[in-house]
């Protein structure tokens, strides 16, 4: 079973990137919620070093990140968005490879970032910390963000439930679709869990309150934009960032350095 629902990640994963386009997803780096979650990483992602991006997809920060100088390598289990990405530009550096078992030397990197990566796994996270951890130099810096079951996820649990059923899907002849598995943590959980394999957690935050809004009802889209809020959006979310910052975020993020 745990391979088959892998396998069905993987596949629900490389047709998730199909219809996308990098130059539309390059859009989001004028959305506020994402400048907001580059100065974060911008206060301790070094350029003095190489950083790896663990489940690249379609390297939209591989991308941006490169741009502005960082020397960041893009490795993702898929071949497919990687072909869009060399498409894009042939001198990015990217290759297939599992987060789990990097073909990367020990002690090689300075920063490691894992934006929605960690959580795909049924046998859980820690195989993808340890390699982390072992491919990280002292002092390098660990970025891990992960999403929340926030109370917007909650309210349409019971539909989501319904639209995934596969005999209703086939009632209401509707294409059959493959989901990928994905766990939700709990911020002292996960960090445990990243403590154990050797790192200090220095901070986790709740992050991306304009998109938990934005998926949950389309309401508060742009719909000019690739995924952007509008302006009933942006307030509803600033209002939710400053009152309710767990309960509505979409997700948290974890800075986290090998100490030794």
Request: with cysteine; aromatic share 12%; proline share 5%.
């Given at each position: 079973?745990p ?8 596949k629900?994963?490389n047709?998730n990137w199909?219809p996308?386009?990098?130059?539309s997803?390059?859009?989001?780096f004028?959305?506020p919620?994402?400048?907001k979650?580059?100065d ?6 070094p350029?003095?070093?190489y950083?790896?991006e663990?489940?690249c997809?379609?390297?939209?920060y591989l ?12 490795v993702?289990y898929n071949?497919?968005p990687?072909k869009k990405i060399l498409?894009?530009?042939?001198k990015?550096?990217v290759?297939?490879?599992d987060?789990?078992?990097?073909a990367?030397?020990d002690?090689?990197l300075s ?7 960690i959580e795909h796994?049924?046998e859980g996270?820690?195989?993808?910390i ?5 491919t990280?130099?002292q002092?390098?810096i ?10 917007f996820m909650l309210s349409?649990y019971?539909?989501?439930?319904i639209k995934r059923?596969?005999l ?8 059959e679709?493959?989901y990928?598995?994905q766990?939700y943590f709990k ?14 957690v ?6 991306d309150?304009e ?5 949950f009802s389309a309401?508060?889209?742009d ?6 809020a509008n302006e009933r ?8 960032e400053k009152y309710?910052?767990w309960l509505t975020?979409?997700?948290m ?8």
């Open positions: 079973m391979n088959t629902i892998e396998q069905n990640t993987k629900a994963w047709e199909k996308h386009e990098i130059e997803l390059l859009e989001i004028n959305y919620r994402v400048k979650q580059l974060l990483y911008f206060k301790y992602l350029k003095d070093g950083i790896l663990g489940g997809g379609l390297g939209p991308i941006h990140l490169s741009s502005l100088g960082y020397k960041i390598i893009g993702d071949e497919d990687l498409n894009y530009n042939n990015l550096p290759s297939v490879m987060v789990r078992r990097l990367v030397a002690k090689s920063g490691y970032m894992s934006l929605g990566v796994f049924p996270p820690k195989k993808a340890e390699e982390a951890f072992r990280l130099k002092g390098g660990f970025v891990v963000q992960v999403p929340i079951l926030n109370i349409k019971p539909f989501e439930v059923n596969i209703l899907r086939k009632i209401f002849h509707k294409q679709k493959v990928y598995w766990q911020p002292k959980q996960l960090k445990r869990t990243i403590e154990k394999s050797g790192f200090e220095e901070k986790i935050i709740p992050m309150h998109h938990s809004i934005i998926s309401y508060f889209r719909k000019n934009s690739y995924d952007g959006g942006l307030k509803f979310s600033r209002f939710c309710l910052p975020a979409a997700n993020v974890l800075i986290c350095r090998k100490t030794s």
